[in-house]
C-alpha cells in the first residue's frame, strides 16, 4: 500500500485536491470549479459552501484505493474573509482579496476587511461565531476546531486594533502554528469527502507561501511566479530589505528572507478575456495558440492587468485595465498575446526594485497555469532575462500543502528535507537575446503607462460612483 499525503486548495476560480506519494510524485489532481460574483461596485464574494462542495467533488474523484493516507492540509486564497456561525456554516458571501470595496488593495490581512464589515453589514457581523481566512475555515470543516493558522512571523491582530474597527475580538478564533496539527479529520467530513474519519490534519497556510515550498525555493536567488488568478512575484534573499512596492517577510524555511509581492489579476485576466470578451467561443488553448503565431509586443499592443485594482507595486485600488495601440489591424489573437505578455510586465515591475538593491534572480520557477504553457513561459523568461524552470508538478500550492502535511505527520524531518525529497524540475528554458532586446523597449511602455493615465482612473472612479 502507497503511503501518501492530501493536499487542498481553496483557489479564487477553483477548488483543487491532489494526492501525492512521500516523494512528492502526483497519483492523481482534481479541481471543481468556484463560481465568483463580480460587481460594479467593486464586490467579489463567494459562497463558502460553493467552496466546500467543489472541494469535496474534487477528493471524491480521486481514487484513493491503495492508499494510506498519513496527513491532509488545506490552503487557500487570501486575504479573504469568512463569516461563519456556531455551527461553521456561512453567515453571508465571503469577501475575497479581490473586493474593492474594503481597501484591501492598499495593503495586506483581514483587518480592512473586518472593518468594512462592521461598517456595511453590521447585522453579518454580530450573527457570527467565527471570522476567519479561507484555510482556516477549511480547517474548522475539517476537523471542528476553529483556530487562526500564523506564520513565525505573524502575530495574532492586536484586541484594540479590532475594537476600534468595530470587532470583538472573541470572534477571531486563537492562533495556531502553520503546519502543525489542528486535529483529526471529522467523521462527518470524511463522509463527504469519502475518506476514513481519523487522518490527521495539519493547519494551512495562505497558497502563494504554499506555492513557495511546492516550487522547490531553498537558496538566495531562487524564485517563484505564483501563477493563479492574482499573480505574485517572490524571491529568496539571506537577509530582509525594505524597498518600495515589495514585501519583505521570513521565508517559510529558516534563515531566507522572501521579498516580492502579490498583484491583484493578472491570471484573472486571460480567463476574463475568454470568457467576458469573447463570450467563451474560444479555450484558453485555442486562444494562446494564435498568439503563439504572434511575435513579442503584439504588432504594438501592451495591456495594463488591472481589472481588479492592483496591489504590487503601485497599490492603487482605482487603477483599471486597457488595451493601449489599438489598431482596426489588431484582432483576439493580438489582445490575447498582450494579457499574457502584460503578467510578464508586471513580474518585471514587482522584481525592479529588488533588483535595484543588489538581490539576484537565479532563477524563477512557474507555478500553477501558466507553468502548462510554453508560450507563456518563454514569454516569462523573455520580458523577465531570467531563466525559467517547469516544476515537475504545477500545482505548487497543492504541492506545498502536501510539504505541510507530511512534516507535520513526522513522515519527513522538516521542511527544507521534505522540499528536497519532494520537489523537482521538469525542464528549464533559457531567456532570447533577439526577445529580450524588443521587451525591454516595450516594458518601457508598459512602465509609464500606469502614472499617465492614474489621474484618469481617479476621474473615472468618481464619475461610475456619481
Known amino acids: 500500500m502507497t503511503r501518501a499525503v492530501l493536499g487542498l486548495d481553496l483557489g479564487t476560480s477553483e477548488a483543487k485536491a491532489g494526492l501525492f506519494d512521500l516523494d512528492g510524485r502526483p497519483l492523481g489532481i482534481a479541481r471543481r470549479a468556484c463560481p465568483i460574483e463580480i460587481g460594479p461596485d467593486g464586490r467579489a464574494e463567494q459562497d463558502p459552501a460553493d ?21 491532509i492540509c488545506g490552503v487557500g486564497q487570501g486575504p479573504t474573509l469568512a463569516v461563519l456561525d456556531e455551527q461553521a456554516r456561512p453567515v453571508r458571501p465571503a469577501i475575497t482579496w479581490q473586493d474593492r470595496r474594503t481597501g484591501g488593495a ?16 453590521p447585522e453579518a457581523a454580530a450573527a457570527a461565531r467565527w471570522l ?14 476553529a483556530a487562526t493558522a500564523l506564520q513565525a512571523h505573524e502575530a495574532p491582530l492586536p484586541g484594540d486594533a479590532l475594537l476600534a474597527a468595530g470587532i470583538d475580538p472573541a470572534r477571531i478564533p486563537p492562533a495556531i502554528a502553520v503546519g502543525e496539527l489542528l486535529g483529526p479529520l471529522r467523521p462527518a467530513a470524511a463522509d463527504e469527502l469519502g ?88 479555450t484558453l488553448d485555442e486562444l494562446e495558440a494564435e498568439a503563439a503565431a504572434l511575435g513579442p509586443g503584439a ?34 489573437a493580438h489582445l490575447a498575446r498582450a494579457v499574457l505578455e502584460a503578467a510578464a510586465y508586471a513580474i518585471r ?33 523573455d520580458v523577465t532575462g531570467f531563466p525559467v524552470a517547469i516544476p515537475r508538478v504545477g500545482e505548487t500550492a497543492l504541492l506545498g500543502a502536501a510539504i505541510l502535511a507530511a512534516v507535520g505527520a513526522g513522515v519527513v524531518p522538516d521542511r527544507v528535507a521534505a522540499i528536497r525529497r519532494m520537489t523537482a524540475i521538469e525542464r528549464r528554458m533559457a ?22 493615465l492614474a489621474p484618469s482612473f481617479v476621474e473615472l472612479a468618481a464619475i461610475a460612483g456619481s
Not at 467552496?51 to 496527513?71: F, N, Q
Not at 515589495?246 to 524555511?253: D, G, K, R, Y
Not at 531567456?431 to 499617465?452: I, K, N, S, T
Request: charged share 15%.
Open 132 to 145: 476567519l481566512g479561507s484555510w482556516d475555515a477549511l480547517g474548522l470543516w475539517l476537523t471542528g476546531r
Open 106 to 121: 492598499t495593503g495586506f490581512g483581514l483587518l480592512p476587511k473586518l472593518a468594512w464589515l462592521a461598517r456595511a453589514d
Open 195 to 282: 475518506l476514513g474519519p481519523g487522518i490527521p490534519v495539519m493547519a494551512g497556510v495562505n497558497d502563494g507561501t504554499a506555492s513557495m515550498l511546492g516550487a522547490g525555493l531553498l537558496a538566495p536567488g531562487d524564485a517563484v511566479d505564483t501563477g493563479g488568478a492574482s499573480g505574485g512575484f517572490g524571491v529568496y534573499a539571506d537577509r530582509p530589505l525594505e524597498l518600495p512596492g515589495t514585501f519583505s517577510a521570513p521565508a517559510p524555511i529558516e534563515g531566507r528572507w522572501v521579498l516580492g509581492g502579490a498583484m491583484a489579476s493578472t491570471g484573472a485576466a486571460l480567463t476574463w478575456l475568454r470568457d467576458a470578451l469573447l463570450g467563451g467561443r474560444w
Open 51 to 71: 467552496w466546500w462542495r467543489a472541494l469535496a467533488a474534487s477528493v471524491r474523484a480521486l481514487d484513493t484505493s491503495g492508499v494510506e493516507l498519513v496527513a
Open 431 to 452: 531567456p532570447d537575446p533577439g526577445a529580450q532586446q524588443r521587451y525591454e523597449r516595450l516594458f518601457g511602455v508598459y512602465r509609464a503607462l500606469y502614472p499617465a
Open 299 to 332: 504588432d504594438g499592443l501592451v495591456f495594463l492587468p488591472y481589472l481588479a485594482g492592483e496591489r504590487a507595486p503601485i497599490f492603487d485600488e482605482l487603477a483599471r485595465g486597457a488595451f493601449v495601440g489599438l489598431t482596426l489591424g489588431h484582432t483576439r
Open 349 to 381: 515591475h514587482v522584481a525592479e526594485p529588488i533588483l535595484a538593491a543588489g538581490v539576484p534572480v537565479t532563477e524563477l520557477r512557474l507555478a500553477g497555469g501558466p507553468a502548462r504553457s510554453d508560450l507563456w513561459a518563454r514569454i516569462k523568461a
